[in-house]
């Protein structure tokens, strides 16, 4: 049997662009999808996030349920809407439950994609229950899925030093579990980059695998490059490596080799290997697609997080944008839902009005 770990880049990259070929032809999926991040306040202070405002700090605000609503408004077309946002002590559990129900209510044909398992923790501290009680509160809200983020990387001592207040490594797969188990799917990612070493990353793939092979609940994995430009672990890691240029090389290699190590190790159980267009930008994610990806995430549109590091790739794009990065690099891009599930066509009413907004532009 092969080990992929210490294979030549060159001819792991080769394994996992056949091995991708070999279970989704030339098929490259995408999601009409937005974000909405409702609170800057945070209270975790992880080291690798310029987005969190420490409690009264300047743009350490939440938003009102309505304004939510108002700016998902403003995209009535997307297939699914994601909420994330910070630790907000003074947020209630009722008021979760209130934006999803009031997200379900305006917008019934979306799928709410919504709260880390950093933000359930605090949801569960705050109500006095466990994961799968408010697992099942959130389902009965409306939740359709949650994210997988809030992973960073599962090993304990790397997260100590990345952000010590983060959720212990179990506790992440505890919640994880108890979302599978309650029948809400979730993604799976990972924060790469950094001060993470490839036995962190192998240990990482290890925790994955073994959850998938007990629940069948990730529906993609998702590689996240680190973004350092405008944070406290940017500016340390730049120093240590000779400046930000270096870093950048630093992070590309890697990179490099992961995505193809995610394809030929973890994709036997979870088929779905998601680049990331706002951390790599258009071209370095149309390049994945020869690393092992078959899939382009989303169209975003209020994509904040990775800007407020000083991502340099823009908040959105849109479906035609996709279609075209796609389609250049030989692929044939297909509509997805949530849960990699086929579009019904005239569903959504995305198409009449994103002509309309086209032809306006022209």
């Not at 409702?38 to 987005?51: I, M």
């Amino acid at each position: 049997m092969k080990d992929f770990w210490k294979m030549p880049l060159a001819e792991l990259r080769d394994c996992a662009a056949e091995e991708t070929l070999r279970r989704h032809g030339r098929t490259v999926t995408y999601v009409v999808n937005r974000n909405a991040n409702f609170t800057r306040v945070c209270t975790v202070g992880c080291a690798f996030c310029g987005f969190g405002k420490r409690p009264g700090t300047l743009g350490a605000t939440s938003d009102r349920i309505d304004e939510v609503v108002a700016r998902v408004g403003k995209t009535p077309w997307v297939t699914e809407v994601c909420l994330q946002g910070g630790i907000d002590p003074e947020l209630r559990p009722e008021y979760y439950f209130d934006l999803v129900k009031a997200l379900r209510e305006a917008f019934p044909w979306m799928h709410l994609h919504a709260f880390s398992p950093m933000e359930i923790d605090s949801l569960c501290e705050k109500a006095g229950c466990g994961p799968e009680e408010m697992m099942g509160k959130l389902r009965a809200a409306g939740v359709g899925t949650i994210p997988g983020t809030a992973a960073e990387i599962l090993v304990d001592e790397v997260r100590r030093k990345i952000s010590r207040n983060k959720l212990p490594a179990a506790r992440w797969v505890e919640i994880v579990q108890a979302a599978h188990r309650a029948g809400v799917r979730s993604s799976a990612t990972i924060l790469f980059g950094h001060v993470e070493r490839w036995e962190d990353i192998r240990s990482h793939f290890e925790i994955l695998r073994r959850v998938q092979e007990e629940t069948g609940g990730f529906t993609e994995f998702v590689p996240l490059a680190f973004v350092p430009y405008q944070n406290r672990l940017g500016a340390l890691l730049a120093r240590r490596a000779g400046g930000i240029k270096a870093l950048e090389e630093r992070i590309r290699r890697r990179a490099m080799r992961l995505y193809p190590l995610a394809r030929m190790v973890l994709g036997g159980v979870i088929p779905n290997l998601q680049t990331s267009w706002v951390k790599l930008g258009v071209v370095g994610a149309v390049e994945s697609l020869g690393w092992g990806c078959n899939d382009f995430g989303g169209t975003l549109y209020e994509e904040a997080i990775t800007r407020s590091s000083g991502g340099k790739h823009g908040e959105g794009l849109e479906p035609e944008q996709i279609e075209a990065a796609i389609g250049g690099a030989g692929y044939e891009a297909v509509e997805r839902t949530t849960v990699y599930g086929s579009v019904e066509k005239g569903l959504f009413p995305r198409r009449k009005v994103l002509s309309a907004s086209c032809e306006s532009a022209s």
